[in-house]
């Protein structure tokens, strides 16, 4: 499975929200997450692009992998495996056992609104500010998922450029 | 927690569940276990005495890191992290792509008798045979422990040298 997605900045979220109510859609669920990266003892993840994160948010712990993005049309996509835990303190024991470095933490209080195969994600990201996330997850069909992501976003007035970085990426370069 | 066990090999299961079934031990379980075990990128767990294994067995699936050996006594204390995890499939999936590669599985039938705070397993190794393992968890006392475990072989008739090597050393030195 692969997740085509685009971020982009949101100055005024109110209108967002505004948007998709006009549009009939209500939030789905809104969540609290607090995430923790870990960096490899034998390459570096900022280089090879990949990703290892403990998510602790009020559904429980989940490890994930994701692999290094790739870019499509105005989208990204990237292999990613999820795993439900069942304690988050015993997960990073071990991952700090097995030689993986701590690198940030990323806090965050997300809204998902669902628009049939495609969760629109509202981010109030600690340090950063609001962003949108657009995300179809697909078998094939890459290019496709990432022109309709164009014209969601437009339709939601968003019309900033897409950023292809992470928060975490974002995170760090502040520092 | 520190793991205190000694592991002796036996000649005759029969003899040992016979002297269990007189000082009145029933088996607590019978358990299949498969275990996976992975080396690292970065360092070789065969010469840093360290171990990352995922078992399959009916309660589910777990990985699980331990620390190099220490020995104590005739025994030996170690490290132990165990957690479990909703998909086997999917955390052999985010192992590999961290680098980790599967260097070799092991399969038992394992017999859990408890006595007290000691838990004796009788296992039946597949390729290797049948070996006797009693282990004390213990947060201090550790020579303690050691001397107890010797008392316990004795009264089971064990009488062979305390063995050191883990089942997939001895399976990788019989390659």
Redesign the interface.
């Known amino acids: 499975m692969l997740e085509v997605e685009a971020k982009f900045a949101v100055p005024d979220p109110r209108e967002v929200r505004a948007r998709l109510n006009r549009q009939g859609v209500r939030m789905a669920v809104r969540r609290q997450e607090r995430d923790v990266y870990y960096n490899?003892?034998?390459?570096d993840f900022g280089k090879t692009d990949?990703a290892?994160r403990v998510r602790y948010d009020d559904t429980g712990v989940t490890?994930t992998?994701k692999?290094p993005k790739v870019r499509v049309g105005n989208a990204k996509a990237r292999?990613e495996?999820?795993?439900?835990?069942?304690?988050g303190e015993?997960?990073e024991?071990?991952i700090s056992?097995?030689?993986f470095r701590r690198t940030a933490g990323v806090s965050k209080v997300r809204e998902f609104y669902e628009l049939g195969d495609v969760t629109v994600t509202l981010d109030d990201v600690e340090g950063l500010g609001t962003f949108i996330e657009i995300e179809i997850l697909t078998e094939e069909g890459k290019e496709d998922a990432a022109d309709r992501i164009g014209v969601i976003a437009k339709e939601l007035g968003v019309d900033g450029p897409p950023i292809y970085t992470s928060y975490l990426e974002m995170l760090l370069s502040k520092r």
Do not use: Q
């Open positions: 490899a003892p034998h390459r990949e290892l490890v992998y692999g292999e495996f999820n795993l439900a835990v069942a304690s015993t997960l024991a071990i056992r097995l030689g």
